[in-house]
């Protein structure tokens, strides 16, 4: 599992298959297009809707967004922001495990 891999309090149940587990990807620019940043480092809802879909494996659709535990979207919203800040920046990945 990766450090970018966040388990779900709340499985996300499609059909007859469940997702325990979503790995996130750091955005490219083309991936934020849309958004305004400062609502993305903010844990916007709304543009969390727009960028999840484009950075998560398995994809989630904005259904599945829209489904998600609070506590699973917050989680996302807190790796999506990090992401966002510059390297000079950083210490350690605060999300082990997450």
């Known amino acids: 599992m990766s450090e ?3 388990t779900l ?3 996300i149940k499609r059909g ?8 996130l990807r750091k955005p490219g620019a083309g991936e934020l297009r ?4 400062t609502d993305v480092l903010n844990v916007d809802v709304d543009a ?7 950075i998560t494996s398995p994809a989630l659709t904005m259904q599945d967004v829209a489904k998600l535990d609070p506590a699973d979207l ?3 919203g807190q790796m ?5 800040v510059p390297k000079s920046q950083k210490q ?6 997450a």
């Open 92 to 97: 350690d990945n605060p999300f082990p495990q």
């Open 16 to 23: 007859d298959s469940e997702i325990t587990a979503i790995e």
């Open 48 to 54: 969390l809707h727009k960028v999840l879909p484009r």
């Open 9 to 11: 309090d709340t499985p």
């Open 80 to 84: 999506v922001a990090y992401f966002l």
């Open 74 to 76: 917050l989680k996302f």
């Open 4 to 6: 970018n891999t966040i």
């Open 34 to 37: 849309g958004v305004n940043l």
